[in-house]
């Protein structure tokens, strides 16, 4: 595989209701879309940074320098026998995951292409149709909350997860509970939390929670552990896991008992098996995070959840909770079981809406191989 070309486009799309957590509220998606061009095919990768440094240190801005400046010169022109080669040969750029993931996603999808072959095939996948959750964001009010849920228990979605803070979270997780029943309910406190606040989540182990995302700073490993030994409610780590590294490390020192895996964070595709081989050596079950993404890499999402130790349900939903209309088409569905079916044609497996992308777009910039 070689890219001869690499497009990068920076859009801004509506989300189809804003979505607020505890590091603050967004009405529009913005976000990086990375194209490839090479033998005669075309691959897309999606890059999870956002505006703000606010889920990570990484933002659309430091994405765009770092592939048009680092990552592009050291891809472009280049014979990879395979899309796993692609994370190692960025091995001299510290950090910056997000951005070599946007590009290594989109060399996979163009490697699965050429091949004629589903991405989940290339990737080691065996499923057909993967157990899609919902993420629910901070509500104005109980009643909000609660009108959520029934929104989405009744569009078939079998695992839910609330967005909590200091000030929004037992309140909330009573009410969320009271509305389940006994269908898999998780919350995700996106580390606004701290130690001293142990007696108080302790508190949501009465509610039966599935799991506790990420109640701790986005860098801790020790104090997670601390209280992963004071709760019941097993712990889930997402923006704490930055390598696969911080992976071991965290298993090692018992700091939770289930990961999530976003291959934006982690560097991508091959660190992402690498991370899901490692939890599943340990009996760590792993599920798939969203970022809101559009549907390019909402599809890839779906594609990389067919591996076996993908066993709990995802925040893998249908495009019409975020974005209408989807720069792809057919837009992702959710089964009334809660199941979201595998693409089954080549790559992504779905079709690009050009035109969509253009009309959403707000700046381009294309880079050619020099050799
Ligand atoms: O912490 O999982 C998170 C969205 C943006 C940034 C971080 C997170 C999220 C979500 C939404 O929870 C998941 C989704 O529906 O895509
Ligand atoms: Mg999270």
């Not at 109640?215 to 997402?238: E, F, K, N, S």
């Not at 798939?288 to 909402?298: A, D, K, P, Q, V």
Request: proline letters at 6%; a negative charge; aromatic letters at 6%.
């Amino acid at each position: 595989m070689r890219i001869e070309r690499l497009e990068l486009r920076l859009l801004k799309l509506p989300l189809v209701h804003f979505f607020e957590t505890s590091f603050g509220r967004i009405d529009d998606k913005h976000f990086i879309i990375v194209r490839v061009d090479g033998g005669g095919a075309t691959g897309y990768g999606e890059c999870v940074a956002e505006r703000d440094p606010y889920y990570s240190a990484e933002t659309n801005e430091t994405a765009w320098h770092i592939i048009a400046d680092f990552i592009a010169p050291r891809v472009l022109g280049v014979d990879f026998a395979h899309p796993r080669d692609v994370f190692p040969a960025l091995k001299a750029i510290r950090g910056h995951n997000m951005a070599k993931a946007a590009v290594e996603m989109a060399a996979w999808d163009l490697h699965s292409r050429q091949r004629g072959e589903p991405l989940a095939r290339v990737l080691g996948g065996a499923r057909h149709r993967i157990a899609s959750g919902v993420s629910i964001g901070i509500q104005p009010s109980l009643d909000d909350l609660a009108a959520k849920i029934e929104r989405e228990l009744a569009a078939g979605y079998r695992r839910i997860k609330i967005k909590i803070k200091p000030g929004w979270d037992l309140g909330p997780v009573e009410t969320a509970r009271a509305r389940v029943g006994d269908v898999p309910l998780m919350v995700d406190a996106n580390a606004a939390y701290t130690l001293a606040d142990a007696d108080h989540l302790a508190r949501l182990d009465a509610f039966g929670l599935m799991m506790i995302e990420q109640p701790l700073d986005y860098d801790d490993v020790a104090d997670h552990a601390a209280l992963q030994r004071r709760l019941q409610t097993p712990i889930c780590l997402d923006e704490s896991i930055k390598t696969v590294a911080v992976a071991r490390e965290a298993i090692a020192a018992r700091a939770c008992r289930i990961i999530n895996i976003k291959p934006g964070r982690i560097g991508g595709f091959a660190e992402s098996i690498r991370l899901h081989d490692l939890c599943a050596s340990h009996g760590i079950p792993v599920w798939h995070g969203g970022m809101l993404e559009s549907g390019i890499g909402r599809a890839a999402n779906i594609h990389l959840s067919t591996l076996p130790n993908f066993s709990l349900p995802g925040d893998v939903a249908a495009s019409k909770r975020y974005f209408d209309p989807d720069v792809i088409e057919p837009p992702i569905e959710v089964a009334a079981d809660g199941t979201i079916e595998v693409p089954g044609g080549p790559g992504l497996g779905v079709s690009i809406r050009e035109d969509r992308l253009d009309h959403a777009t707000l700046k381009v910039s294309t880079l050619k191989a020099q050799r």
